[in-house]
């Protein structure tokens, strides 16, 4: 039985990092280089967390699915960062970007993380400028900043549109520099099968080799996930194709528990989906809700002619026209939170009001903007997210009114760590958004890129210290042991068991007819009875793909299907577990949902009193239940109150 | 309006073996989806028939982290501009096309299998010195060094690079002066990247002839296929910083 301990360290919250940082161990710069870390992904977290250690002296193994550490997920963020600089002078502080943060994750997430999280921000901020991260700038050289969803200040440090990318590329290149100096050895397209743990700690990984197929082993001193969100078991979602949950699930099945997987974040405003063979969905930045407004029909008869193509958007009247966020919400309108606008839009089109032929629309409208600031104002605002709408739809959006739908964006539940980022398996850390993470049950904008820095440069390469300087001993060992052959054992025998089913049914096909399942029953609003329904489909859909899969081609070589057979096989794991942990949950809060729990305008209803805290997940064996854990939350520097935008 | 097509697509064992050009028909494709879902439905018809499908790289599938790259009709990311493959869509082509897809060809991009290559020389190139040499946690406060707004948009016009290649497909001298150029402007147009300007600019352009990429001759193809519209300027700016550092 695990005990949670999540080990927040004394003193008054402002005082508690530093004072971790004063009492820690720390490993002489002799044995630094004696101590091996493996690192899983190249995202920001992976990036910053592999390039750090290495600077500091540690042995760095750095592993990534894609060709090349450059090309990880968070290269797709476009908003931007936030941190707590002021520049502004429009009163920010550490404490308000931690209290933000607090609210919009619903009274969710651990205060002494999330203090921290708020007081390294600037330090990424300094950080990311020395590296060369071209930050958009004032005439008089200074940092620019914008604001983002959820705040009263202007804290976000943007590059253009492309801030992830910048801020990834920042991150590469500094693991580029310790690749070049041999503290950093690079394996790319190299995937993470299984966790290999020695004496009760994670000493090594099973990988294979994306294109020769074959599996390899690593041994090392401790491991770090930075693998990301598991988005992509809902198949369509703003995610790379690529991305997956597998190192994060072999981790749970050896001890790692995972907390919160149903929280997930829906962003209101992607590009609808246009047809069955849709591989995924585009977003477009939540920046645009600062000058569009949101509608659908009055007249269900308008609604109608929309969807069977009969006329367009432009044709309806002002006045039959409901821009339902300004009705609803007066205060915030069309810039309430991503879960509040997601959950309207749904509304709207479950009653029949979508605007598209498939029904899963609302406009986007910016005829107003135009008219009142001028076309040049708006496309040197959102000329390149304009561009990148006319390409992918072929409609012009400074005529006609976009149109949007929520779409699967960002997973705020991960596997569960403690202060120290440590998780329940010793010698194996998880950071970035492969954690249950800092942002409770629903992240803000531009704080995705935060944390996954903060983790990666600020926090990981401190609190990892603290468990490496008891293995100082540790020598360096060869990876022929009983435990290697174990696991690489246990790794050869799914890959075989999944080569020899020999069905017909395609992995795509599969896995969409689990997104569909994950879609309708752990989507954006949930029941007990639609979840119960999930679980039990998500159970015959795990029999049907092991009596059915299809994969061409060969075991021990490059074979994309059988990469992908093997990430479906765990996405249909982990959804039957977010099912679950949706179903325990019996309240609303953020991202999560539930019908039976909201106020009588429909908004979110929290049950402070049976759910503050973190469900965390133990797996007990292949078709057990898992066992639930709870990590309470105490509030002691904030009031928790019912979040209110209108 | 649905697509019928003819589709002639390069496939390659392995780096080792023979290519050659194989026609495919597909059909009923709608103009809405995007190139890669195309090629997506193929693969199904292929897997169905117990064929092994089409190997191509591609991860985002929304035009930033550079994965996809494919030789479409003669042309790096196909028949449109400032977009990669992932971006296009199939209303760019008309019923009854025949669409040609082959893979990056240059002598550092060596094929790994049909339109999938091995573009680790790019990541040799920035581990040459395009980076800043700082360690975390020694930064000075970001306001410290005011940058001229000037300069900044103009490093992050270079810095837009996605790392496709596209820029060494399209050349006839397989060069990647356009690449080597927009790191080397990222980082010498700002006051943070400037102390190590000259070693990197010589250490990179070294690289680059060791990796086997080509020379410039001023062509433009790069220019015009780049699909993030980083242009020549930066590859005078290269040539600049070249020779002021042999100086």
């Given at each position: 039985?695990?005990?949670?301990?999540?080990?927040?360290?004394?003193?008054?919250?402002?005082?508690?990092?530093?004072?971790?940082?004063?009492?820690?161990?720390?490993?002489?710069?002799?044995?630094?280089?004696?101590?091996?870390?493996?690192?899983?992904?190249?995202?920001?977290?992976?990036?910053?967390?592999?390039?750090?250690?290495?600077?500091?002296?540690?042995?760095?193994?750095?592993?990534?699915?894609?060709?090349?550490?450059?090309?990880?997920?968070?290269?797709?963020?476009?908003?931007?960062?936030?941190?707590?600089?002021?520049?502004?002078?429009?009163?920010?502080?550490?404490?308000?970007?931690?209290?933000?943060?607090?609210?919009?994750?619903?009274?969710?997430?651990?205060?002494?993380?999330?203090?921290?999280?708020?007081?390294?921000?600037?330090?990424?901020?300094?950080?990311?400028?020395?590296?060369?991260?071209?930050?958009?700038?004032?005439?008089?050289?200074?940092?620019?900043?914008?604001?983002?969803?959820?705040?009263?200040?202007?804290?976000?440090?943007?590059?253009?549109?492309?801030?992830?990318?910048?801020?990834?590329?920042?991150?590469?290149?500094?693991?580029?520099?310790?690749?070049?100096?041999?503290?950093?050895?690079?394996?790319?397209?190299?995937?993470?099968?299984?966790?290999?743990?020695?004496?009760?700690?994670?000493?090594?990984?099973?990988?294979?080799?994306?294109?020769?197929?074959?599996?390899?082993?690593?041994?090392?001193?401790?491991?770090?996930?930075?693998?990301?969100?598991?988005?992509?078991?809902?198949?369509?979602?703003?995610?790379?194709?690529?991305?997956?949950?597998?190192?994060?699930?072999?981790?749970?099945?050896?001890?790692?528990?995972?907390?919160?997987?149903?929280?997930?974040?829906?962003?209101?405003?992607?590009?609808?989906?246009?047809?069955?063979?849709?591989?995924?969905?585009?977003?477009?930045?939540?920046?645009?809700?600062?000058?569009?407004?949101?509608?659908?029909?009055?007249?269900?008869?308008?609604?109608?002619?929309?969807?069977?193509?009969?006329?367009?958007?432009?044709?309806?009247?002002?006045?039959?026209?409901?821009?339902?966020?300004?009705?609803?919400?007066?205060?915030?309108?069309?810039?309430?939170?991503?879960?509040?606008?997601?959950?309207?839009?749904?509304?709207?089109?479950?009653?029949?009001?979508?605007?598209?032929?498939?029904?899963?629309?609302?406009?986007?409208?910016?005829?107003?903007?135009?008219?009142?600031?001028?076309?040049?104002?708006?496309?040197?605002?959102?000329?390149?997210?304009?561009?990148?709408?006319?390409?992918?739809?072929?409609?012009?959006?400074?005529?006609?009114?976009?149109?949007?739908?929520?779409?699967?964006?960002?997973?705020?539940?991960?596997?569960?760590?403690?202060?120290?980022?440590?998780?329940?398996?010793?010698?194996?850390?998880?950071?970035?958004?492969?954690?249950?993470?800092?942002?409770?049950?629903?992240?803000?904008?531009?704080?995705?890129?935060?944390?996954?820095?903060?983790?990666?440069?600020?926090?990981?390469?401190?609190?990892?210290?603290?468990?490496?300087?008891?293995?100082?001993?540790?020598?360096?060992?060869?990876?022929?042991?009983?435990?290697?052959?174990?696991?690489?054992?246990?790794?050869?025998?799914?890959?075989?068991k999944l080569m020899n089913v020999r069905g017909t049914m395609s992995v795509d096909t599969l896995h969409k007819k689990l997104?569909?399942?994950?879609?309708?029953?752990?989507?954006?609003?949930?029941?007990?009875?639609?979840?119960?329904?999930?679980?039990?489909?998500?159970?015959k859909l795990k029999k049907e793909f092991w009596l059915n899969v299809n994969i061409?081609?060969?075991?021990?070589?490059?074979?994309?299907e059988?990469?992908?057979a093997?990430?479906l096989a765990?996405?249909i794991?982990?959804?039957?577990?977010?099912?679950?942990?949706?179903?325990?949950?019996?309240?609303?809060?953020?991202?999560?949902?539930?019908?039976?729990?909201?106020?009588?305008?429909?908004?979110?209803?929290?049950?402070?009193?049976?759910?503050?805290?973190?469900?965390?997940?133990?797996?007990?064996?292949?078709?057990?239940?898992?066992?639930?854990?709870?990590?309470?939350?105490?509030?002691?520097?904030?009031?928790?109150?019912?979040?209110?935008?209108? | 309006?649905?697509?019928?097509?003819?589709?002639?697509?390069?496939?390659?064992?392995?780096?080792?073996?023979?290519?050659?050009?194989?026609?495919?028909?597909?059909?009923?494709?709608?103009?809405?989806?995007?190139?890669?879902?195309?090629?997506?439905?193929?693969?199904?018809?292929?897997i169905s028939?117990?064929?092994?499908?089409?190997?191509?790289?591609?991860?985002?599938?929304?035009?930033?982290?550079?994965?996809?790259?494919?030789?479409?009709?003669?042309?790096?990311?196909?028949?449109?501009?400032?977009?990669?493959?992932?971006?296009?869509?199939?209303?760019?082509?008309?019923?009854?096309?025949?669409?040609?897809?082959?893979?990056?060809?240059?002598?550092?991009?060596?094929?790994?299998?049909?339109?999938?290559?091995?573009?680790?020389?790019?990541?040799?190139?920035?581990?040459?010195?395009?980076?800043?040499?700082?360690?975390?946690?020694?930064?000075?406060?970001?306001?410290?060094?005011?940058?001229?707004?000037?300069?900044?948009?103009?490093?992050?016009?270079?810095?837009?690079?996605?790392?496709?290649?596209?820029?060494?497909?399209?050349?006839?001298?397989?060069?990647?002066?356009?690449?080597?150029?927009?790191?080397?402007?990222?980082?010498?147009?700002?006051?943070?990247?400037?102390?190590?300007?000259?070693?990197?600019?010589?250490?990179?352009?070294?690289?680059?002839?060791?990796?086997?990429?080509?020379?410039?001759?001023?062509?433009?193809?790069?220019?015009?296929?780049?699909?993030?519209?980083?242009?020549?300027?930066?590859?005078?700016?290269?040539?600049?910083?070249?020779?002021?550092?042999?100086?």
């Open positions: 039985m695990h005990k949670l301990q999540s080990r927040i360290p004394e003193g008054p919250l402002a005082e508690k990092w530093s004072n971790y940082k004063s009492n820690q161990n720390l490993v002489n710069p002799a044995n630094k280089r004696k101590l091996d870390v493996i690192v899983i992904g190249t995202g920001l977290a992976g990036a910053a967390a592999a390039a750090s250690m290495a600077e500091m002296g540690f042995k760095v193994k750095s592993f990534c699915y894609q060709d090349s550490s450059r090309r990880a997920h968070s290269i797709a963020a476009q908003g931007g960062i936030n941190a707590a600089k002021n520049y502004q002078n429009d009163g920010d502080s550490i404490y308000r970007l931690f209290f933000d943060t607090i609210k919009g994750g619903d009274y969710r997430s651990r205060e002494a993380n999330v203090y921290r999280l708020a007081e390294v921000s600037n330090e990424i901020i300094d950080q990311c400028v020395g590296q060369g991260v071209p930050f958009a700038r004032e005439y008089g050289g200074t940092l620019d900043n914008r604001s983002f969803g959820g705040a009263l200040v202007s804290r976000t440090f943007y590059a253009r549109g492309q801030t992830g990318q910048q801020l990834l590329l920042g991150a590469y290149q500094a693991l580029s520099r310790q690749v070049k100096k041999g503290n950093v050895e690079m394996y790319p397209r190299m995937e993470m099968f299984n966790l290999v743990m020695v004496d009760g700690k994670a000493r090594g990984i099973i990988a294979r080799d994306v294109i020769t197929g074959k599996l390899e082993r690593y041994s090392a001193h401790a491991v770090v996930l930075a693998s990301g969100g598991y988005g992509n078991v809902f198949f369509l979602s703003t995610m790379a194709m690529g991305a997956n949950a597998s190192a994060a699930w072999q981790c749970y099945k050896k001890g790692a528990l995972f907390g919160n997987p149903c929280m997930v974040q829906i962003h209101p405003t992607c590009i609808p989906v246009h047809g069955e063979y849709q591989s995924k969905l585009t977003l477009m930045s939540e920046s645009l809700r600062n000058d569009g407004r949101i509608w659908v029909p009055k007249k269900i008869e308008d609604a109608k002619r929309l969807q069977s193509g009969e006329i367009g958007g432009v044709d309806i009247p002002e006045e039959d026209r409901d821009y339902y966020l300004e009705r609803r919400y007066p205060a915030f309108g069309n810039l309430v939170p991503r879960d509040v606008a997601s959950r309207a839009a749904k509304e709207r089109c479950d009653a029949g009001f979508g605007v598209n032929s498939t029904g899963l629309a609302v406009f986007l409208d910016f005829k107003d903007a135009i008219n009142r600031l001028g076309k040049d104002v708006i496309e040197a605002k959102y000329g390149n997210l304009f561009q990148m709408y006319e390409k992918i739809t072929d409609d012009v959006p400074y005529e006609v009114p976009m149109m949007i739908y929520p779409a699967i964006h960002y997973t705020m539940g991960g596997i569960w760590v403690d202060y120290e980022l440590h998780t329940t398996v010793p010698g194996l850390f998880a950071t970035g958004e492969s954690n249950f993470s800092d942002h409770g049950a629903n992240r803000l904008g531009a704080s995705a890129l935060m944390q996954g820095l903060a983790d990666g440069y600020f926090v990981l390469p401190y609190t990892i210290q603290n468990y490496l300087a008891d293995e100082i001993n540790t020598p360096r060992f060869k990876t022929d042991i009983p435990e290697f052959d174990k696991a690489e054992n246990e790794v050869q025998e799914q890959l075989e997104g569909k399942i994950m879609w309708e029953g752990v989507g954006m609003s949930r029941n007990k009875e639609g979840l119960k329904i999930a679980i039990d489909e998500i159970t061409p081609g060969e075991i021990n070589d490059l074979n994309q059988l990469q992908k093997s990430r765990d996405f794991e982990l959804g039957d577990l977010m099912a679950r942990d949706a179903l325990n949950r019996e309240e609303s809060c953020g991202g999560h949902f539930r019908d039976e729990y909201q106020t009588e305008e429909g908004e979110a209803l929290r049950n402070d009193k049976d759910f503050t805290y973190v469900a965390a997940w133990e797996f007990k064996g292949e078709d057990k239940e898992p066992a639930l854990h709870k990590e309470p939350l105490n509030f002691e520097y904030i009031e928790v109150k019912q979040r209110n935008y209108k | 309006m649905n697509l019928n097509l003819k589709l002639k697509i390069w496939r390659q064992k392995d780096p080792n073996s023979r290519g050659k050009f194989v026609n495919y028909r597909l059909n009923d494709i709608s103009t809405d989806s995007s190139f890669l879902e195309m090629l997506d439905v193929l693969n199904e018809e292929l028939k117990g064929e092994e499908p089409v190997i191509y790289d591609h991860d985002c599938r929304e035009g930033i982290c550079g994965a996809c790259g494919l030789y479409i009709n003669g042309r790096p990311h196909g028949p449109d501009s400032l977009i990669t493959v992932c971006q296009l869509h199939m209303r760019k082509f008309k019923n009854g096309d025949t669409i040609v897809i082959e893979p990056w060809r240059a002598r550092a991009f060596p094929v790994i299998r049909d339109l999938m290559v091995d573009r680790d020389a790019f990541d040799k190139l920035i581990q040459e010195g395009g980076y800043v040499s700082i360690n975390t946690g020694s930064a000075p406060d970001a306001n410290s060094i005011p940058v001229k707004k000037e300069h900044a948009d103009l490093s992050m016009d270079a810095a837009a690079c996605i790392g496709c290649g596209a820029c060494v497909a399209a050349c006839k001298n397989a060069s990647a002066m356009l690449f080597v150029g927009a790191k080397v402007s990222h980082l010498t147009l700002l006051p943070q990247g400037k102390v190590e300007a000259s070693d990197r600019v010589r250490h990179m352009v070294a690289k680059m002839d060791e990796l086997g990429f080509g020379n410039c001759t001023n062509t433009g193809a790069c220019e015009a296929e780049c699909p993030k519209g980083i242009t020549l300027t930066n590859i005078a700016r290269l040539n600049r910083e070249y020779y002021k550092a042999a100086l």
